[in-house]
Nanobody, 115 residues
Framework: QVQLVESGGGLVQPGGSLRLSCSTSTIIFSVYDMAWYRQAPGKQRELVAD???????VLADSVMGRFSISRDYANATVYLQMNSLKLEDTAVYYC?????????WGQGTQVTVSS
């Protein structure tokens, strides 16, 4: 059973910052690609940032220049640093780990951007 433990969500004003964390086992972390998705009310889940193993990262156009994804191999944790947050970034953010046909999700953490 792959466990992904997320933390770091909350309420923030527009222009503010948050950092999300997702921890898993060292074995999973070293092999799996890790990503962050989000799902806003009434919308489909969408990819926010992807950390492909071997150092490659992909960011959605909507967060380019504001968000970044990074991996801490010592602590088997993937981070999503979110800066210059906008109202439209409000969503439940999900950590994802995938390898081949294996695809696992965290429980989700709420991010609310509101003045």
């Amino acid at each position: 059973q792959v466990q992904l433990v997320e933390s770091g969500g909350g309420l923030v004003q527009p222009g503010g910052s948050l950092r999300l964390s997702c921890s898993t086992s060292t074995i999973i972390f070293s092999v799996y690609d890790m990503a962050w998705y989000r799902q806003a009310p009434g919308k489909q889940r969408e990819l926010v940032a992807d950390s492909i193993s071997r150092g490659m990262t992909v960011l959605a156009d909507s967060v380019m220049g504001r968000f970044s994804i990074s991996r801490d191999y010592a602590n088997a944790t993937v981070y999503l640093q979110m800066n210059s947050l906008k109202l439209e970034d409000t969503a439940v953010y999900y950590c994802n780990a995938r390898f081949g046909t294996n695809n696992h999700w965290g429980q989700g953490t709420q991010v609310t951007v509101s003045s």
